[in-house]
């Protein structure tokens, strides 16, 4: 079943139906973006501050978020001033602390079925990394690929889509993989608006949820994770009717 939804950030219609049928979670995956969206911050960002030989990376960062470059070029430049070891930037990402429902949530969707991934436009050796230190298993990651050389991070790129300025992963193919289901988005960024442009359901915030609101496209604000898990609950079993809107606030934390 694909729902039509057409959220505005308040109420979310769940579209016409001839018969009454149960919402079916199972039809759903749900695509979650990783900095600041399961972490608590930006953690590529905080690597290169942190790791970074000069201040190239700032010049470079801003001529991205002015949307003059894209991230892949903004992200070769930048790993070009890192310097660390592989040892060292595991270390360093054992620190990182994530969203505190993020793991409720998780054993939610596995409850119900709910097929879920993580797309990130970071490198999935950092995605790994983090999600093992804190115990998290079987959750598909597509990323950016990075292979270390000494203390030198090199990266690579197999999720680039040439039609696409903006990302260095871009992360709609996922989502087009799976249009015949309905697909939920939840991210912060700009490296998400491409997948929240052809999601059903959106949960923005920060950059994400300003660039849709000004865009006049439907998403619902979400502060952290307990909001997209408490949506879903609300929405597990509902009852979906003809003409009947069936109304779930955008929960604010
Ligand atoms: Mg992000
Ligand atoms: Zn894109």
């Not at 201040?55 to 991230?71: A, C, H, N």
């Not at 992360?171 to 490296?191: A, C, F, M, Q």
């Amino acid at each position: 079943m694909k729902a039509p939804f057409s959220g505005n950030g308040k109420d979310i219609s769940l579209g016409s139906r001839t018969n009454d049928l149960s919402f079916d979670l199972s039809q759903c995956v749900i695509f979650f973006d990783f900095d600041n969206t399961i972490t608590r911050n930006d953690v590529l960002d905080k690597i290169i501050e942190r790791f970074a030989i000069d201040d190239y990376w700032v010049l470079l960062e801003e001529e991205w978020r002015k949307g003059k470059i894209g991230s892949k070029e903004c992200l070769e430049g930048q790993l070009k001033s890192i310097r660390v070891t592989r040892s060292t930037l595991s270390r360093y990402l054992s620190t990182v602390s994530l969203d505190a429902s993020f793991k409720r949530l998780l054993q939610f969707l596995r409850r119900n079925k709910i097929e879920s991934m993580i797309v990130s436009d970071s490198f999935s050796f950092v995605v790994h990394q983090i999600l093992k230190h804190h115990k998290i298993r079987r959750v598909p990651v597509y990323a950016n690929e990075l292979r270390f050389r000494k203390d030198r991070l090199i990266p690579s790129f197999p999720f680039l889509n040439e039609d696409c300025l903006r990302c260095a992963h871009c992360k709609k193919i996922h989502l087009k993989n799976n249009s015949n289901k309905t697909t939920i988005y939840v991210g912060d960024g700009r490296s998400d608006i491409c997948a929240a442009e052809c999601a059903d359901i959106v949960f923005a915030k920060d950059g994400l949820l300003d660039y849709l609101r000004k865009a006049n496209k439907p998403c619902i604000e979400f502060k952290n994770l307990s909001s997209v898990l408490t949506f879903l609950e609300k929405l597990k079993g509902k009852k979906v009717k003809q003409t009947v809107k069936v109304s779930i606030s955008a929960s604010k934390s």
